[in-house]
Nanobody, 128 residues
Framework: QVQLVESGGGLVQAGDSLRLSCAASGGTFSSYTMGWFRQAPGNEREFVVSMTRTGRTKYYADSVKGRFTISRDNAKKMVYLQMNSLKPEDTAVYYC?????????????????????WGQGTQVTVSS
């Protein structure tokens, strides 16, 4: 079982950057595809990006492609989301999630229901 804790959210202005972190504990972290999702008030949880266990493959939502970058450090059991050129529409609670994927075949699965473990979320607010 994997426990996930996000950090790094905050209030920023449009055009600013922010880096989210997700600390994992328990389980075999290097066997999980990791993802970031977000949920704005009144909206469903939305896929943002995912990365295979080795970091070789990354899959981005069109809305963040070119602005957001996912990375991971398996030795430290950490996942990061670098967010640049932030827009007001990026405002949401951001969640880190893990899906058991030792064969790295689930990275393009964007359905939140497919992910096994979730963090508590961190709020990102982008003002215009």
């Amino acid at each position: 079982q994997v426990q996930l804790v996000e950090s790094g959210g905050g209030l920023v202005q449009a055009g600013d950057s922010l880096r989210l972190s997700c600390a994992a504990s328990g389980g075999t972290f290097s066997s999980y595809t990791m993802g970031w999702f977000r949920q704005a008030p009144g909206n469903e949880r939305e896929f943002v990006v995912s990365m295979t266990r080795t970091g070789r493959t990354k899959y981005y939502a069109d809305s963040v492609k070119g602005r957001f970058t996912i990375s991971r450090d398996n030795a430290k059991k950490m996942v990061y989301l670098q967010m640049n050129s932030l827009k007001p529409e990026d405002t949401a609670v951001y969640y880190c999630a893990a899906i058991w994927d030792p064969l790295s075949i689930k990275v393009e699965n964007t359905q939140s229901a497919s992910y096994n473990y979730w963090g508590q979320g961190t709020q990102v607010t982008v003002s215009s």
